[in-house]
């Protein structure tokens, strides 16, 4: 189903070194520290011993329903311990993990579904409120070819054909064997990025193999540096270095499922936790708690990025943490592109986004004073698009990816981003598509133009502020159009957080919206002045 989708050039830059499976180091980590703790989630604890073999009991459950290698694997789920053993048992049957974030809905799931035909689904009955079983009968009732179902922690009796996961677990017959091999697609993970539809990222076990270990490089990272993991273990953060990082190292997971800078800071002390990667509110709000309640924080590092990071939060985070943080570039199609590290001046850790890190190389093109489009080529570059007609745009002809970000290459080799060429919001780390919110908010009677762009904003980094000309004598209230998108199914942190209504839109003479004067107009106006849209 995957094959033909890479770029021409793909075996350019695929590694040399002969990697195990990444589903292979569940089974190293028991063997070699079978009562070490591998995994903490709420009350739970599990050691490395334990979750290979829930691992092996789910390898042959999904083998039973179909599950083979080459196929997808489907998860929407939160920071669970389930969600780690149904990725670890996903690779080990060689089939490929396909990741969704919780807080997509109808609309996404659906697409992402229709285009990845994915053997299984496995979803939460309800999670934050939401009830997913409702939604995937809503999803899949007239999908012929529809995955099967497998509800974690189901809270009551289920539609016909779906199956209970810990029942699944329970009837599986172990399966030890490890059937996956490294060039099998491990990860398909979609991004919004700066089209309406979802875009499906492949990466084989190398790239993301060789991704984890430039960071184990770059951080001296070993068995006693314990992971904290906020961010979705569905994101590629989260996927990376919140369950494929603490096998490969030995070491132990503490995973929040719901995030509160509280919560966070009780589970890093009381696990002794020393490393996370997560996004600017993240860092706001971890600061914010230490600061206002002294105390020695254990973490030795905190990767922060996934939106702007202000240079003042990473000076104060490094003086009220005691830790080396640090801002870090990159995205679903390179993970990590460049960061700086734990030897790196705190200077440079917060004014810029650090120097490429282990064989990445990068270059800037049409540069007009320095800046230019960042372009970038290394062994964790992702293989293409699941749509092979993405990698035109994606790929340049001699290997290179095109990031679509605006940068500079400093005298000492850092990066500085200073903006995109895509038109997303990224809002607490997540990448928000506005093509796709501006289509269906245009279908509104009351709405005759719109364009939707990010305002700056301290906690998350990026908002979405909607300017709309009204049609005839409409009042498209905030409030009004968040009623539009949650009925037509969109997920929540997509929708528009502030309204201005406008009389036109600003237009070049070729008719196309001049989205830099928005930017000007939402970042200057005074956000504690009352709005009529609210």
């Known amino acids: 189903m995957m094959s033909g989708t890479f770029p021409p050039d793909a075996a350019l830059l695929r590694l040399e070194r002969d990697w195990p499976t990444l589903g292979s180091y569940v089974a190293t980590a028991a063997s070699h520290a079978p009562d070490a703790p591998a995994l903490?989630?709420?009350?739970?604890?599990?050691?490395?011993?334990?979750?290979?073999?829930?691992?092996?009991?789910?390898?042959?459950?999904?083998?039973?329903?179909?599950?083979?290698?080459?196929?997808?694997?489907?998860?929407?789920?939160?920071?669970?311990?389930?969600?780690?053993?149904?990725?670890?048992?996903?690779?080990?049957?060689?089939?490929?993990?396909?990741?969704?974030?919780?807080?997509?809905?109808?609309?996404?799931?659906?697409?992402?579904?229709?285009?990845?035909?994915?053997?299984?689904?496995?979803?939460?009955?309800?999670?934050?409120?939401?009830?997913?079983?409702?939604?995937?009968?809503?999803?899949?009732?007239?999908?012929?070819?529809?995955?099967?179902?497998?509800?974690?922690?189901?809270?009551?009796?289920?539609?016909?054909?779906?199956?209970?996961?810990?029942?699944?677990?329970?009837?599986?017959?172990?399966?030890?064997?490890?059937?996956?091999?490294?060039?099998?697609?491990?990860?398909?993970?979609?991004?919004?990025?700066?089209?309406?539809?979802?875009?499906?990222?492949?990466?084989?076990?190398?790239?993301?193999?060789?991704?984890?270990?430039?960071?184990?490089?770059?951080?001296?990272?070993?068995?006693?540096?314990?992971?904290?993991?906020?961010?979705?273990?569905?994101?590629?953060?989260?996927?990376?270095?919140?369950?494929?990082?603490?096998?490969?190292?030995?070491?132990?997971?503490?995973?929040?499922?719901?995030?509160?800078?509280?919560?966070?800071?009780?589970?890093?002390?009381?696990?002794?936790?020393?490393?996370?990667?997560?996004?600017?509110?993240?860092?706001?709000?971890?600061?914010?708690?230490?600061?206002?309640?002294?105390?020695?924080?254990?973490?030795?590092?905190?990767?922060?990025?996934?939106?702007?990071?202000?240079?003042?939060?990473?000076?104060?985070a490094r003086d009220v943490l005691d830790a080396t943080v640090v801002r870090v570039y990159g995205s679903s199609e390179f993970p990590t592109v460049s960061c700086t590290g734990p030897e790196g001046s705190a200077e440079l850790a917060a004014e810029t986004d650090g120097p490429p890190i282990g064989e990445i190389t990068c270059r800037i093109t049409d540069a007009d004073d320095g800046v230019g489009e960042l372009e970038a080529r290394g062994p964790e570059r992702f293989l293409g698009y699941l749509d092979a007609s993405l990698n035109a745009d994606a790929f340049t002809t001699d290997g290179w990816v095109r990031t679509g970000d605006l940068a500079a290459i400093g005298p000492d080799g850092a990066i500085t981003i200073h903006g995109r060429k895509k038109d997303i919001i990224i809002r607490g780390g997540e990448n928000i598509s506005v093509r796709e919110v501006e289509e269906v908010l245009l279908d509104h009677p009351a709405v005759k133009d719109i364009a939707i762009v990010a305002m700056p904003d301290e906690r998350m980094g990026e908002r979405a502020c909607a300017f709309v000309v009204a049609a005839n004598d409409a009042v498209p209230t905030l409030p009004l159009l968040v009623a539009y998108l949650e009925q037509r199914g969109l997920a929540r942190q997509k929708f528009p957080e502030r309204v201005e209504i406008v009389d036109e839109l600003p237009r070049t003479a070729s008719g196309k919206v001049q989205k830099f004067v928005l930017r000007d107009i939402a970042a200057q106006t005074d956000q504690t002045t009352p709005r009529r849209d609210r």
């Not at 012929?144 to 599986?172: C, K, M, N, Q």
């Not at 905190?302 to 000076?315: E, I, Q, S, T």
Request: with cysteine; proline share 7%.
């Open 40 to 316: 903490v989630e709420g009350t739970r604890r599990i050691t490395n011993a334990g979750l290979y073999s829930d691992v092996r009991r789910l390898v042959g459950g999904l083998r039973s329903i179909g599950v083979t290698r080459g196929d997808v694997v489907t998860l929407e789920l939160p920071n669970w311990w389930e969600t780690t053993v149904a990725i670890h048992a996903t690779l080990r049957t060689g089939a490929a993990v396909n990741p969704v974030v919780p807080i997509y809905r109808d609309r996404e799931v659906a697409f992402i579904v229709g285009q990845a035909r994915p053997r299984v689904l496995l979803i939460p009955h309800r999670f934050r409120g939401f009830d997913y079983v409702a939604m995937c009968e809503r999803v899949l009732r007239r999908d012929e070819h529809a995955p099967t179902v497998i509800v974690v922690r189901p809270e009551g009796p289920l539609p016909a054909g779906y199956l209970s996961f810990d029942e699944l677990l329970a009837s599986g017959e172990p399966d030890g064997a490890d059937h996956g091999r490294v060039d099998d697609i491990a990860l398909l993970l979609y991004t919004s990025g700066t089209t309406a539809d979802p875009k499906g990222v492949l990466h084989d076990h190398r790239t993301l193999h060789h991704e984890n270990v430039s960071i184990v490089d770059l951080f001296r990272l070993d068995g006693e540096s314990i992971v904290f993991m906020g961010s979705p273990v569905t994101h590629i953060t989260g996927f990376l270095y919140g369950v494929l990082l603490p096998p490969m190292l030995g070491t132990t997971a503490a995973l929040l499922d719901i995030w509160d800078a509280s919560t966070a800071r009780d589970l890093i002390d009381r696990e002794r936790c020393r490393f996370t990667v997560g996004a600017t509110p993240f860092l706001a709000g971890l600061t914010s708690n230490y600061e206002s309640d002294p105390g020695d924080c254990p973490l030795t590092a905190f990767a922060c990025g996934g939106a702007d990071v202000p240079p003042d939060l990473v000076r104060r």
